[in-house]
């Protein structure tokens, strides 16, 4: 195995057929996160207050995500580090490290570009966050692309069936 393999980040980027704005709503927003990635998203503010299903988030702004293919005690709970209301969109990933979203054009493309760093060296965090969120980010970009280039959801939506890739 190559020793110089950086098991503390990756990155996944995937080009997208929409404007850039559309696209980082798709993160900042409730509504819009819920379009291509989540089945619940809850935003809040500081004070505990929830935001608006199309308001942006900002700078210590807090999440709780749920995903189609689990129950509800399946959360994903942290804090958003960073949204400029244009092109990046950065949080905490519970134990999983920082997540890093970037949108630009490229190449009169538009791309979409998430990096995980700070991924735990032990053992679990080889392989349920560095192979694990990879797998499910690579899943959930495809699905972006489906989402946005063809209106396909292409999420599991069946809690009972386990082990999915989609889900």
């Known amino acids: ?4 393999y950086d098991w503390g980040r990756f990155t996944v980027r995937i080009n997208v057929n929409a404007p850039v704005e559309q696209l980082y709503k798709g993160w900042a927003t409730r509504k819009g996160i819920e379009y291509w990635f989540l089945r619940e998203s809850l935003y809040q503010h500081p004070d505990g207050s929830a ?3 199309n308001e942006f988030v900002s700078k210590n702004d807090s999440y ?3 995903w189609h293919g689990y129950p509800d005690t399946t959360t ?3 804090l958003i580090l960073d949204a400029n209301g244009k092109d990046l969109f950065k ?3 519970g134990k999983a490290g920082i997540c ?3 949108i630009r054009k490229e190449m009169n493309e538009t791309i979409v570009e998430l990096v995980q760093d700070e991924i735990p060296l032990d053992e679990k965090g080889k392989m349920y966050y560095h192979v694990g969120c990879k797998t499910g980010w690579t899943f959930y970009f495809a699905n972006m692309k489906s989402m946005y280039e063809g209106g396909i959801d292409l999420r599991n939506r069946n809690e009972h069936l ?3 890739l989609n889900s």
């Open 162 to 164: 386990q082990e999915m």
């Open 64 to 66: 709780t995500w749920k």
């Open 51 to 53: 935001l608006g299903e």
């Open 91 to 93: 949080f905490q990933f």
């Open 76 to 78: 994903e709970k942290g």
């Open 100 to 102: 890093s979203v970037t």
């Open 1 to 4: 195995m190559d020793q110089t």
